[in-house]
């Protein structure tokens, strides 16, 4: 069962097994499931939609998002996927993607983690530019970078970023369309900028995507 952290982690911070392993705010539990029953073209043969659609459904841009039920602490945490929903909170609201509360930000802007280079090639060459990257991870407050780094086996090489202007870029997530047979048939996970009015009919969002800008 969870149980809330005491003085390993952020009051609040969920923690999980023996050791007491911090859970993080948008992190996807068991017992959240996606669903996509339901989901068809519409008549006109224009998009995606639900057979039941209700408003939230859809964003503001008007971007179909897969459905997912909101379940914290129950079953396992998967520290690999993201809740859909806490995620588009955390990075729309600038939250920490950790303990859930405000994000750290300085004159020099919101700060962000994440590795430095992929796992297995830490040390192997110069970091990547970080001016204009995409990232699905919303911010983080120091103290729960700190954390992070202690737990995370991706972060072996963090890479400390600070963002002034972190904008929403558009959505992560696939294409759904439909073969010649009817079925609807799922592409590999991408990216996709909102006010593509070609492709956004076809797609199913399941993060909001920032890109970071006026970064050091």
Known sequence: MPRTATTSAPPGLLTWG?????????????????????????????????????????????????????AVGVGRP???????????????????????????????GWLFLMPAAPPGEEGCAEPEPIEGTLTTKPPICHPCAELAVRHCPHL???LYVRSRKPRVWGVFGGFVTPSPTGALVNSADTYMPYGDREAAPWFLASQLALELTRCT
């Open 78 to 108: 998967d520290y690999r996927a993201m809740s859909s929903h806490r995620q588009r909170v955390a990075a729309l609201c600038k939250l920490c993607q950790v303990c859930g509360g405000p994000a750290d930000r300085t004159a020099k």
């Open 18 to 70: 023996p050791r007491e392993l911090p859970v993080p705010y948008v992190a996807r539990w068991s017992g959240e499931s996606v669903s996509t029953a339901g989901l068809v073209v519409k008549p006109d043969g224009s998009g995606l939609a639900y057979e039941d659609e209700v408003a939230a459904d859809r964003d503001g841009h008007g971007v179909l998002w897969a459905r997912m039920g909101e």
């Open 156 to 158: 072996a090489a963090p």
